[in-house]
């Protein structure tokens, strides 16, 4: 009897153990259930506070979309009252804006900026197929020989004329529908024995960036180059002498001059746009500049303007410590603005 009392004690301290080990394990499993719906719950809550950032972000942006489209459509009805509109650097649109406080914190700016004061790319595709073998004034159109100019303009590297010519033969032949290389061009033959493969875009240029397939193009050239360059729009488009930066006015010479006017010269024409102001192209062709030149300059004449269309506004807004940027190309027809592209990257 002794023995069967002392068996009973036995077996109830072992179910008590293995109550208590099966309560440790319940709880452990908990525990880590608790700690995995933590984990979940965090991830949902994260990427729910990206998408309200996002969304709450890209609203914000696309105000200073409208309120550049405001601000465009405003300089419009000013022009129209002027005798002689233009759009040029001391008007609203071009002033930089200081970042705008936000209601839920953080800050937003936008700036816009001329993309007629640029030299269009795609314009380079609108030239016929030249004889091998022809004198400048034949070889080049005067989009060509300005481009050519312009790459020599850019100061470093130093780009010469040689290797000015070779570069815009080769963007010429990329944009052309044929498949006929330039004198110093590349084709389907050039770009197919690359590493990897490719072909000659043959259509206008999507994006600035584009420049870098292009043979004969350098990394260091497009970084000094890009500033200056747009490929918006796609069919080209004139240059607003009241805008265009200092490089680009090198590039307006004698139409069979394939060098640039010196910096010197060129800043002659910035201090004066900025302290006296250019009432027309015929008042730009008298500056003391051109005037002895303007004879020969009937074609790249007619690649000038003093008015704008294309706009590009470089938005960003600051929202919980963290920033997302817009980049719009507006177009401006009367009094009615069109976004034509939207990116979060360069374009």
């Known amino acids: 009897m002794r023995c069967r009392r002392s068996d009973s004690r036995n077996n109830r301290h072992n179910q008590r153990g293995a109550a208590l080990v099966v309560a440790m394990l319940v709880f452990a499993l908990c525990a880590s259930l608790v700690v995995a719906m933590q984990g979940e719950f965090s991830r949902i809550f994260a990427r ?9 972000a890209h609203a914000y942006l696309l105000g200073a979309e409208d309120l550049a489209g405001m ?18 650097l001391t008007e609203i649109w071009a002033q930089p804006a200081p970042p705008y406080a936000l209601d839920e914190g953080g800050w937003m700016t936008g700036r816009l900026t001329d993309l007629q004061g640029l030299f269009n790319l795609n314009g380079l595709g609108l ?41 815009t033969e080769s963007i010429a032949d990329w944009l052309d529908a044929d498949n006929n ?64 930066p200092l490089a680009v006015l090198r590039s307006i010479n ?7 006017i010196t910096g010197d010269e060129a800043q002659s024409l910035v201090d004066y746009r900025e302290e006296t102001g250019f009432a027309d192209l015929t008042g730009f062709l ?15 004449k007619s690649l000038l ?34 976004t034509l592209v939207r990116a979060g990257g360069s374009l």
């Open 286 to 300: 008298d500056h003391p500049v051109f005037a002895s030149r303007k004879q020969k300059m009937n074609d790249v």
């Open 71 to 88: 601000a465009l459509i405003n300089d419009y009805d000013l022009d129209q009252q002027a005798q002689n509109g233009k759009d040029d």
């Open 181 to 244: 290389p330039r004198d110093d061009g590349a084709e389907d033959d050039f770009y197919s024995g690359r590493e990897p493969a490719l072909r000659a875009g043959n259509q206008p240029m999507a994006s600035v960036s584009e420049l870098l397939l292009v043979a004969n193009m350098t990394p260091e050239i497009y970084l000094a180059l890009a500033p200056y360059v747009t490929v918006w729009p796609d069919q080209g488009s004139r240059i607003n002498i009241h805008t265009a």
């Open 127 to 167: 030239g016929t197929q030249p004889q091998p073998g022809a004198a400048n004034k034949e070889r080049f159109t005067a989009r060509e020989a300005q481009f050519i100019r312009l790459l020599q303009a850019l100061g470093e590297p130093e780009v010469s004329e040689y290797e000015a010519i070779a570069i």
């Open 48 to 56: 729910s506070a990206g998408v309200l950032f996002a969304e709450q």
């Open 305 to 338: 303007d003093t008015r704008s269309s294309y706009f590009l506004l470089s938005a960003e807004v600051e929202l919980a410590q963290r920033n997302m940027r817009l980049y719009s190309v507006l177009e401006r027809r009367d009094r009615s603005v069109v």
């Open 254 to 260: 004698e139409d069979d001059v394939l060098s640039p």
